[in-house]
């Protein structure tokens, strides 16, 4: 099965960057998710990791190490609109999706 | 496409009766995902297919949870004798299997009230 940490909540302000950290222990992995949450509605996704390294897609970037078992999504330049619950979530090789309980960022002006 | 679309979107029923869920999967995604999610964590893993197969159930869900796409397209999830502790939203999620693009899209969810 999965088992996969991450912090339950986070603080910022506005313009700055904020690191959320995920790491996990799967029977096989294949493929680690960032979804984004804003409360009352569904996941969205972010980023998507499958290979060691970083993927950056506008102000939003994600690391994987796969030795390490560990993940992180990079939110730069914050935004008020970036308020929401960060899940990370794990594929394992039978393509079961599995996550993690939630981050929940809060953007301070 | 309009994406995953779930029916209903709310549904109060009281402690006892049987409730059943409607999801409509982007078209063409292969895999189907339930999960169940309550205020503060993350989505809990219900069930999921592959086409018409089901994968696997949670070890976690009780006899009264049962789960169906019989024909590889939309799928239902019903609740029998539901009680209070099944008050959640039910989100239901699909994608491809294989190729570039396989991130899960959700649908808005079913929030059920027990009462």
């Known amino acids: 099965g999965q088992n996969i940490d991450q912090p339950t909540e986070m603080t910022a302000t506005e313009g700055a960057i904020v690191q959320i950290n995920c790491t996990y222990q799967t029977s096989g992995f294949n493929g680690l998710f960032w979804y984004q949450q804003h409360a009352g509605e569904a996941p969205t996704f972010l980023s998507y990791?499958?290979?060691?390294g970083l993927e950056e897609k506008g102000r939003f970037s994600s690391f994987l190490s796969r030795s390490k078992g560990y993940s992180y999504l990079l939110l730069k330049e914050l935004q008020m609109k970036d308020s929401a619950s960060y899940l990370c979530?794990?594929?394992?090789?039978?393509?079961?999706?599995?996550f993690g309980a939630g981050t929940t960022v809060t953007v301070r002006a | 496409d309009t994406g995953v679309s779930q029916d209903p979107r709310h549904k109060i029923t009281k402690r006892g009766q049987n409730v059943t869920f409607r999801c409509d999967p982007i078209?063409?995604?292969?895999?189907l995902y339930w999960y169940r999610q309550t205020l503060g964590q993350g989505p809990e893993f219900l069930t999921y297919f592959q086409n018409e197969a089901q994968l696997e159930k949670s070890r976690l869900l009780s006899d009264r949870f049962s789960a169906e796409r019989p024909k590889g397209s939309f799928s239902t999830l019903e609740i029998q004798r539901t009680e209070q502790g099944d008050s959640a939203m039910y989100l239901c999620a699909s994608s491809w299997a294989t190729g570039p693009n396989t991130e899960a899209f959700f649908g808005q969810g079913t929030r059920l009230t027990v009462v």
């Open positions: 979530a794990v594929r394992s090789n039978d393509y079961k999706l599995s």
């Open positions: 990791n499958v290979l060691d």
């Open positions: 078209s063409e995604h292969n895999r």
